[in-house]
C-alpha cells in the first residue's frame, strides 16, 4: 500500500496522526542517505549513526515542510548539512594525501566496490584509483564536493543540484567544472596515476 | 579559442549538456588540442569511477532501529498531534482552552452565589408562610416556591 503512495501523500497521513508510516520513507531513502554520508565523510565515519540522526531530524522538522521543493531534494539539504557537520567536529580535512589508508578502511573501500566483469588486474587498479579519488575528494572545497557528489554519486540532475544546493543554474554549470578540475589537480598532485 | 575557454564546455559535455554550436566548436577544437582531449577523458574516468559506487551496506532493519528510538523519545506522540500543528496555531488553542477554563470557573462561582441569594429567599419564605399559615404542606421546600411564585 505503502509504496503506491507518493512522497506528499505519504507526509500528509504522517502529519495526520499515522507516524508509522515514516517507516516507508525511511526505507525509501536510506540507501541514497547512506551513499551521500559515505560519499562525504569516507569510511572513518559511522555513517549509520549520521543517517540516524538525519533522519530523526526529518522526523522532528516534517511539518516545517511546505511541499515547495520535492522530498528528496529537501532531504538531501539535511544529509549534507549533518555530513558538513560532521565532517567539522572530526576535523577530518587535515589528512595528507599521502597517509596510509588503514587496514580497516581499506577493506571498506573494497567492498563498495562495483561488481564487474573486469579481470583481477583490472579490478585493482579500479580499486586503487577509487581509493585515491575518495581520498582527494578529502580535500577539496565543501561546496565543490557536495556538487560532484550530487552530480557524479547521486545522479542528480543540474535542476535538482540548483535546488539542493540553492544555486542558480548558471552557477551549477561552472562550481561542476571547478570541482572536476579541482579534483584532478589534487589527483595530478598526488602523483596518483 | 584558447583551452581556457574549452574547459567549461568540456565539462559540460561530460555530462552531455552540450548541443549544436557549442558542441560542434567543442568537437572541432579536440581535433587540434590533446591537452584538452586528455582533460576531457579525465573527466569522463571521474564521473565513470564515482558513479560506479555501489550500494553502501546497512543493517536490514535500519527503519525499525529508527523508529525504535523515535518512540523512546515519545516524538512518535508529539509528531503526530501537537507537533503537526504550528506554532501560531498552538497558541491560539492554548489561549482558547485557556478562555474556556477561566470562563467556566467566573461561570459556576457566579452560580454559587445565586444559590446562596436563594438561600436567603428560601430562609425569609419559610418565615412567611409560617406567619400566613400557608397551605397544609410540611415541605419547606413547597413552602419556598408558593412564596417565591
Not at chain 1, 39 to 54: P, T, W
Not at chain 1, 165 to 176: A, E, N
Not at chain 2, 121 to 148: C, P, R
Amino acid at each position: 500500500m505503502g509504496t503506491l503512495m507518493n512522497d506528499r501523500e505519504l507526509i500528509q497521513k504522517i502529519l495526520a496522526g499515522q507516524e508509522n508510516l515514516f517507516k516507508l520513507l525511511v526505507a525509501k531513502y536510506k540507501d541514497k542517505v547512506v551513499l551521500l554520508i559515505y560519499s562525504f565523510c569516507g569510511s572513518g565515519c559511522d555513517y549509520e549513526d549520521i543517517a540516524q540522526n538525519v533522519f530523526i531530524k526529518v522526523f522532528r522538522s516534517l511539518n516545517k515542510f511546505r511541499f515547495d521543493s520535492s522530498f528528496s531534494t529537501w532531504l538531501y539539504k539535511i544529509t549534507i548539512n549533518e555530513s558538513i557537520n560532521f565532517g567539522k567536529r572530526k576535523n577530518k580535512n587535515v589528512i595528507s594525501l599521502n597517509e596510509k589508508v588503514g587496514q580497516e578502511e581499506d577493506e571498506e573501500l573494497v567492498n563498495m566496490l562495483p561488481d564487474s566483469d573486469y579481470s583481477t588486474e583490472e579490478k585493482l587498479l579500479r580499486q586503487e584509483t577509487q581509493q585515491m579519488i575518495q581520498k582527494a575528494m578529502r580535500h577539496m572545497q565543501d561546496n565543490y564536493k557536495t556538487i560532484l557528489i550530487l552530480k557524479d554519486i547521486e545522479d542528480l540532475s543540474y535542476d535538482e543540484i540548483a535546488e539542493t544546493m540553492g544555486i542558480s543554474m548558471d552557477k551549477v554549470k561552472i562550481w561542476l567544472f571547478r570541482a572536476r578540475q579541482q579534483l584532478r589537480e589534487i589527483i595530478t598532485r598526488g602523483n596518483l596515476e | 579559442m584558447k583551452c581556457n575557454d574549452m574547459e567549461f564546455l568540456i565539462s559540460l559535455h561530460t555530462d552531455n549538456k552540450l548541443s549544436g554550436g557549442e558542441l560542434e566548436k567543442l568537437l572541432k577544437h579536440f581535433e587540434e588540442c590533446s591537452a584538452c582531449r586528455q582533460t576531457y577523458k579525465d573527466f569522463l574516468r571521474i564521473k565513470e569511477l564515482l558513479g560506479s559506487q555501489k550500494e553502501i551496506p546497512i543493517t536490514d532493519s535500519f527503519e525499525n532501529k529508527i523508529m525504535k528510538i523515535l518512540k523512546n523519545k515519545e516524538d512518535i506522540r508529539t509528531a503526530g498531534f501537537l507537533h503537526a500543528i504550528p506554532r501560531r496555531q498552538l497558541f491560539i488553542l492554548a489561549a482558547s482552552f485557556l478562555f474556556i477554563v477561566l470562563s467556566s470557573v467566573a461561570y459556576l462561582s457566579t452560580r454559587k452565589k445565586t444559590v446562596y441569594d436563594f438561600g436567603w429567599y428560601y430562609d425569609t419564605a419559610i418565615e412567611n408562610t409560617e406567619d400566613a399559615s400557608y397551605g397544609t404542606s410540611d415541605s419547606k421546600s413547597e413552602n419556598f416556591f408558593l412564596t417565591v411564585y
